[in-house]
T-cell receptor, first 114, second 112 residues
Framework: DAGITQSPRHKVTETGTPVTLRCHQT?????MYWYRQDPGHGLRLIHY???????DKGEVSDGYSVSRSKTEDFLLTLESATSSQTSVYFC?????????????FGPGTRLTVT | GEDVEQSLFLSVREGDSSVINCTYT??????LYWYKQEPGAGLQLLTY?????DMKQDQRLTVLLNKKDKHLSLRIADTQTGDSAIYFC????????????FGDGTTLTVKP
């Protein structure tokens, strides 16, 4: 398995509180991504990074921010959590070279906003 | 925008072949992927096909692409109970797999 960990794995928080999810990789891959997965739906891209301090928005970026200060860490922050952000969040990585079609996913973080 | 559609459920008997279908709308799709997700886990890339290919075989997996109809299928031969999972189809327009559009997933149930 690719060396991707996510923390925390489960979190319950209240509406209006800030939340930060962490993705850590040991593969030294260039690209990192945050997705959310909602029941009965595929994955939707929130934000992604193509290098340290280089990030861009995905399909559903409103209400989320990200930071990448080191190659190995990609943080997703919900500045003021809302119930609509209750979801399972997946981090993914890919090499960023000719084999960029290979994408590896972390185990996920289940976030509940009450 | 881009759209990827799959049927939601498929049930087969152990030993039979499974065929999971997917349609997509973006004619500029370059790469098409199949992922497997087991309960409580992330997605695992099973296989992929470039848009200039018609077929790709990898052990028990066969991917067929009909670019004219924008139809992709995944055939699993000799389906086993361990194949029970959710299968996601996805497409991307470039080599950056992370900017893919995913379908909603097909839940495959394999009965003994």
């Amino acid at each position: 398995d690719a060396g991707i960990t996510q923390s925390p794995r489960h979190k319950v928080t209240e509406t209006g509180t800030p939340v930060t999810l962490r993705c850590h990789q040991t593969e030294n891959h260039r690209y990192m991504y945050w997705y959310r997965q909602d029941p009965g739906h595929g994955l939707r891209l929130i934000h992604y990074s193509y290098g340290v301090k280089d990030t861009d928005k995905g399909e559903v970026s409103d209400g989320y921010s990200v930071s990448r200060s080191k190659t190995e860490d990609f943080l997703l922050t919900l500045e003021s959590a809302t119930s609509s952000q209750t979801s399972v969040y997946f981090c993914a990585i890919s090499p960023g070279d000719l084999s960029s079609y290979e994408q590896y996913f972390g185990p996920g973080t289940r976030l509940t906003v009450t | 925008g881009e759209d990827v559609e799959q049927s939601l459920f498929l049930s087969v008997r152990e030993g039979d072949s499974s065929v999971i279908n997917c349609t997509y709308t973006d004619s500029s799709s370059t790469y098409l992927y199949w992922y497997k997700q087991e309960p409580g886990a992330g997605l695992q890339l099973l296989t992929y096909i470039f848009s200039n290919m018609d077929m790709k075989q990898d052990q028990r997996l066969t991917v067929l692409l009909n670019k004219k109809d924008k139809h992709l299928s995944l055939r699993i031969a000799d389906t086993q109970t361990g194949d029970s999972a959710i299968y996601f189809c996805a497409e991307s327009r470039g080599t950056n797999a992370g900017k893919s559009t995913f379908g909603d997933g097909t839940t495959l149930t394999v009965k003994p």
